[in-house]
């Protein structure tokens, strides 16, 4: 019943005694995929680290009440299981070669054995084909990102966690790269959270863009996005996708704490 999803409920967070996330209840389901909008330092990315079980006793101490579930397991134990494909936006890449980056999630548990062909359609697909023996101190940010970007998806994960995964790309490949993304979600139906600060990003590749509010976050707003699946392009020329666009920065600019914009 818990199969490919997400469920957040009442969960809440401090950091000390910064208070970060009023209780935030959300369900991300099959085939769904979620954008999270909200000014900087809102809690976005605190989100996220909740839901992957990614805050470490070296953090301030934070205190985190409610639930999350993915496929009805704690966020640890779904972990373990290798289940969370995640791309943040720090990187967190290791030394050694972008291949030992990408297949770093495979080296331990379950999932060690390496679909070689999986892995090749990866390496192309993020446009790092030539780049496999390249180690990650020769490359440029954007190409950092999208190492971190083929890692995520490297298990086959059954849900998805990204950070503004598309940030450090130029135009041609992050439209290329939200194709492919779209397509490739489409066909393994990950139900998957997306935090961007980009109104295009969401509308192009989210099922329901959700707006927070300030800190602490909480979610002000739901928007939900209609284009049928998988996402080309082209449809970003579309008045619809235009009006939406439109719509949401109306809705983000009309939430936020600043006045006179
Ligand atoms: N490890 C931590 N220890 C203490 N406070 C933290 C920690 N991580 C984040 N915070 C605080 O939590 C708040 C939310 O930060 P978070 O990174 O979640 O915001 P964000 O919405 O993702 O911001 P941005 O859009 O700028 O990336 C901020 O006030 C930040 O200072």
């Known amino acids: 019943m818990n199969k490919n999803r997400i469920v957040v409920e009442n969960l809440n967070l401090w950091f000390g005694k910064n208070y970060i996330l009023e209780p935030i209840n959300l369900e991300v389901n099959k085939n769904e995929i979620v954008a999270i909008f909200g000014e900087s330092g809102c809690g976005k990315s605190s989100l996220l680290r909740s839901i992957a079980d990614l805050h470490t006793v070296k ?116 439209t290329r790269l939200m194709e492919e993304l779209s397509a490739i979600l489409n066909k393994v139906q990950t139900p998957t959270i997306i935090v961007t600060h980009t109104i295009e990003e969401a509308v192009f590749l989210a099922d329901r863009i959700i707006i927070l509010s300030s800190k602490p976050a909480k979610i002000n707003t739901e928007i939900k996005v209609n284009f049928p699946k998988p996402r080309l392009a082209s449809i970003m020329n579309s008045l619809d996708f235009m009006n939406t666009v439109n719509t949401c920065r109306n809705l983000i600019l009309n939430n936020s704490k600043y006045e006179n914009l």
């Open 59 to 174: 953090e301030v101490e934070y205190t985190t009440g409610g639930n999350v579930l993915i496929n009805g397991l704690s966020p640890s134990q779904a972990k373990k299981e290798k289940m969370i494909g995640m791309a943040f936006q720090e990187h967190t890449l290791k030394e050694g070669t972008v291949r030992d980056n990408i297949l770093l999630p495979l080296n331990i548990g379950r999932k060690s054995i390496v679909d070689t062909e999986y892995y090749e359609k990866l390496l192309s697909l993020v446009g790092l084909a030539e780049y496999a023996d390249y180690t990650i101190d020769t490359l440029s940010g954007g190409m950092k990102q999208r190492v971190s970007f083929a890692r995520a998806l490297i298990t086959k994960p059954e849900v998805l966690l990204l950070d503004e995964p598309f940030s450090a790309l130029d135009l041609v490949l992050k």
